[in-house]
Structures are given as C-alpha cells and as structure tokens.
C-alpha cells in the first residue's frame, strides 16, 4: 500500500507543478498550487479524524481498512484514466486529493489501532520498527516507480498504484479474526470522542510527543516543494525528482532496520528531541544546497532524524494509551501528523509564493529548532524520560511520578 500511495502522491505533486509552470505560472504562483493540493488533503482529515478514531474504536478495524484502500484504487484508476487520455488538469488533481484525504483519515486510526491487537506488548517496538522498515521501503521504491516510470509512459505510475492497492486488500483479507476492544465510559459517540480528546491532553507523554512532532514537521516539511527544486533549483528533472523523494526514505529505512536488530531502551525522550534537532538542521542546509550530492546527503539525514524521532513516538504512544481508547488517540495522533504534512505542505508552499523556495525551507528548519528549545522547556516530561515502560495504571493519563522526576 505505501508503494502505491508514495507513487502516486509523487506524481501529483509533479503533474501539479508542472501543469501550473506549463501555463505561464512562476514559480511562487506554481508553489502555491502545491500549497492547495496539501490542503485539499488535510481538510478531509481535519473533519473526519475525531470520527474516524471513533470507528476504529466501535467497527470491525479490518473492514474499515479495506474500504479505505478500494477508495484509493479508484482514486488511482481515475488519475490513470484522465492522463492515458491527455485530459489530466488542476481541477482533476484537486478533485482526487480531497478523496485521498477521506481516504486516509479513516486508514491511519483503523491500521494504527489493529497492531497492537496483532503482537504481544513486549515487542510492540520491535514490531514498529519492522513495520516502519516496510513503510520506507514503500517511501523508497514508490518514488522510483513514480518518477522512472513517468518517463516512460505519464499514466503507468497510476496503473501500477492501483494494481498495487489491489494487492493490499488481499493482504488485509490474510489477517484473522480481530475482537473488539471493551467500551469504557459513556456509549454516546460524541461523548467517546471527547473522552479520546481529553485523554490525549490529560497525559503529558502522549500529548507533548504529538505536538512535538506536528510543529516540528509543520514547520520543516520540505517535501512539497521538492518538484520546485527538482525543475528549477536543482534542474534534476522528474527522475531527479525521484532520488530527492527517495533520499528520506532511504535514511528512514537504515534507521528503522537498525532499531530492529537494536531496539532503543534508554533515554528515549532526550534522544527524541536530539533527533528533531538534527531534523531541523539538515532541512536548513538542504534548503541552502544547489549541489545534488549535498541536496540528496541532507535528505538522507532528514529521513534517519525523523524515523528516530517517529520510532520513539509511536512506541510511546501506544503503550502509554489503553486499548478501548487506541483508535482515538491515533486519530489524534493522525490528525497532528496531517496537519505536519498535508497541512505542512500547505504552510510551506504558501511561504514559498510569498518569500521563495529556499527561504521557506530554511525558515522552517529554524522553525524546528526554535520547536525543540521550547517543547525541551514546557514538557519536562520530555527531557526526563528514559524508557518506553508504561505506568502501571493508564487511566491516570500521565507517566509515573518516578519516570518524570528522574534526573538527566
């Protein structure tokens, strides 16, 4: 699935720029299509997220996963359709961005909930870090297929897409009999999602690594403007366009294999604000680069610093939040992630059509730096604690007095 999804969002964004600078646009006016394209996505998302955990929570998580990927396999057949017959325009583009965004507001809560339920806790880290190994493989590969199959034939990188989401719903149909978690609380929906809410901000852990991670990539997200520098800053063209996609994903990967074979288990919140750090840093010089090797280098630390962070975080997460209340939370957690990218996106190439490509970018690693001073500053929680252990009582909704007032 990630395969097909990464393929076509890669060529979306690249249709989408190309279609607006083919049309007279410069290149602020063409960044600020890539600007509404994010956003079209993220506000599906933002609408549906609280629903979404809700119906991960009360309805069969592996049905809701399938009919999420159907809608993207329609949503790539569709693409395919419109460029194999030179009809593909902005409006086409905009049109299946808002489907995508319904689409994975239901996915994220539904898959991120479901497993949990499949591997014993103990190995919860160990089974996100295999299953972030997958993920960027996905982020690696998807790319290339955009990208290089682009060159051959505009509408093939569609057509394998939606082959591929074929293929994950076969996968999702192989995962046996999940059972419904017990309701706790009141059985009211709105009231289930409110209690998801207050969860998330009652406990520190779960709600400052979320927001550490939504302002941080909010911030430094420079992925939608990688068509900008592969036509007009970098002059790499789409199988450039490919490497600087796939250059994250690379970095993701090494990290996520390393943490399989080594899970982290000490000072995790410390190492998770260093990793942001790092993040932010090599966004900056990335931003600054006009040399490929350079470009592609930065990238590759960008995608093992937000891994690291990201690793931390879902395994926080997840083992700090009971099971009756996963799918809300990760509807939360999903919704912040949106709002880094989809949003994110948004943010970045309406920067870039007010003060250009390159000072955005580097705008935003500052952003992420000045992020990490601050979020170091107010959650304490942060700084201080060492491993993933969860509090004997969840319901607490924050860590054990012990894991809080440890020292450095």
Known sequence: MTLAQYAMLLIIGWQTYNIARDGGMSVGAASGQLALIGLLQFIPL??????????????????????????????????????????????????????????????GPALSALAPNLVPKAILPTAIALSSIAWQVGMIVGPAIGGYFYVVDPALPYMISAGLFIVSL???GMIGHVPKPKRVGTDRPIGQIVDGLKYVIRNKMVFSTITLDLFAVFLAGATALFPVYA????????????????????????????????????????????????????????????????????????????????????????????????????????????ASNEFGDFFSGTLAFFIGPVAAVVTGGMGALATVALWSSIFPVLRNTRTFDPPDELEGAEPPKETQEQKL
Request: with cysteine; net charge positive.
């Open 46 to 107: 933002f609408l549906l997220t609280p629903f979404s955990g809700l119906a991960a929570d009360r309805l069969n998580r592996r049905n809701v996963a399938r009919l999420t990927v159907l809608l993207q396999a329609i949503c790539a057949a569709i693409l395919a359709a419109l460029t194999w017959n030179d009809s593909i325009n902005l409006t086409g583009l905009f049109s299946v961005a808002v489907l995508l965004g319904i689409a994975r507001a239901f996915a």
């Open 170 to 172: 076969f996968a999702l």
């Open 231 to 338: 036509r007009d800053v970098l002059q790499v063209g789409a199988t450039g366009l490919s490497q600087l996609a796939a250059a994250p994903a690379v970095g993701a990967a090494i990290t996520a294999l390393w943490f399989s074979f080594r899970p982290l288990k000490t000072n995790v919140g410390p190492k998770m604000l260093w990793a942001v750090a790092i993040f932010g840093i090599a966004t900056i010089v990335f931003g600054l680069s006009k040399f490929m090797p350079l470009s592609l280098a930065m990238l590759f630390i960008v995608g093992a610093a937000d891994m690291f962070s990201v690793y931390i975080r879902q395994s926080l997460v997840q083992l700090h939040t009971p099971d009756d209340k996963r799918g809300r939370v990760s509807s939360v957690s999903l919704l912040t992630i949106s």
